[in-house]
């Protein structure tokens, strides 16, 4: 691929977030869309039928590109299917452009950034609320209210989602906090040490599973982050991207989610140009350009571990009703990609590892 040719891709996942990507993608320019694939063919056909013009389907996204020249996959299938398409992809020599999470646990996280450095294949996970433009001014405020001492997340939404998501052991923490979690890695610059949290079902849940939770991370730099919310507030709802308070050496920035943060300080601010694209159109903009480029782009899967990781320290501490250390969860998740993983090349990568830390963090401060 040249800089003056599309970057050819095949969609994997017709559900609806699979029409979602299908919508951005032949929207986006530079980009064409050339195949969708989906276990279910009518899935699939419904999916393409919506374009107007012809595009081929299938059941193999693998397949699909070969047939049809992709260079590319953009992978929206469901959770448990995000390990085996994406390792299938990148051995079949396609760049990967992944759903979060980037998989259902550590431990197939872990594999799937082995698969990446094995083949020299580009994977990256559409973590999408961090292309926020508003995100990135909280970001630029940061970066003038100088060392940060703690930042929190108010997160209450009165949500009903019929299905898979109402049974669930912690559907607030697994299905949603990785967005918050994420963000603020992205925010303070910080990576988790430690984690303690509580979760709980209010007795008017819809939910099966623990629909509230209050996480404390420790963050490095000693910085903690706290995370508070539930799926089944009813009255005032928070943004969906939350409600963020950092409090910080100089001063305090706020963001209430929707708009643009206010910076409340002695100092001023330093004038920045605005992210200049948000949502999965971004993550889209950012994958196509890391690979007309060669420059490893934010999201890449070694960096988007650690927002899974702290998950499930979250998830742990909850069941445990202990503080759980981030490096414990990353060693527990090593070992058991070591004993799950069939693919020798993968197995010896992994195993070469002189810490999963180092091995995630390599090459940022």
């Known amino acids: 691929m040249t800089l003056a040719d599309p970057l050819r891709v095949v969609l994997v996942g017709a559900g609806l977030m699979g029409r979602a990507w299908r919508d951005t993608i032949e929207a986006a320019p530079g980009v064409e869309l050339v195949g969708i694939a989906d276990l279910d063919p009518a899935t699939a056909e419904a999916t393409a039928a919506a374009l107007g013009r012809p595009v081929p389907t299938g059941t193999d996204g693998v397949a699909l590109a070969a047939a049809t020249g992709a260079r590319a996959i953009v992978n929206a299938t469901v959770p448990e299917a995000h390990h085996p398409v994406t390792t299938a992809a990148l051995f079949a020599g396609l760049d990967v452009l992944g759903e979060k999470p980037v998989a259902p646990t550590v431990a197939q996280a872990l594999s799937l950034a082995a698969a990446s450095a094995v083949t020299g294949r580009l994977f990256m996970v559409s ?60 925010l303070l610059g910080a990576e988790p040490v430690a ?21 404390v991370f420790e963050m490095t730099g000693g910085i903690r982050y706290t995370y508070t919310g539930s799926w089944v507030s009813p009255g005032r709802q928070t943004s969906w991207n939350g ?43 950012v994958f196509t350009d890391a690979l007309r480029t060669g420059v490893p782009p934010m999201g890449e899967v070694h960096e988007n571990v650690l927002s899974l990781a702290m998950v499930e320290a979250a998830v742990r501490s909850a069941d445990t009703g202990q503080r759980v250390l981030i490096d414990d969860v990353l060693a527990d998740a090593h070992a058991a990609a070591l004993q799950a993983e069939t693919n020798p090349d993968v197995r010896d990568a992994l195993a070469s590892w002189p810490s999963v830390r180092s091995v995630l963090t390599a090459g940022r401060s």
């Open 127 to 186: 973590q999408s609320r961090r292309w926020n433009p508003q995100l990135f001014a909280l970001r630029a405020m940061a970066e003038d209210l100088g060392t940060p001492g703690s930042l929190t997340t108010e997160f209450f939404r009165e949500s009903h989602f019929p299905g898979f998501r109402e049974e669930m052991a912690h559907p607030l923490l697994v299905d949603m906090a990785i967005h918050p979690f994420d963000s603020a890695r992205f």
């Open 243 to 285: 409600e963020w308070r950092l409090a910080a050496e100089k001063g305090s920035a706020h963001w209430d989610g929707d708009h643009d943060p206010v910076f409340e300080a002695d100092v001023e601010p330093t004038p920045r140009t605005a992210a200049p694209y948000s949502g999965i159109e971004g993550a889209l903009l």
């Open 195 to 215: 984690a303690y949290c509580e979760s709980h079902n209010p007795p008017w849940s819809w939910f099966a599973g623990d629909a509230a939770a209050t996480a």
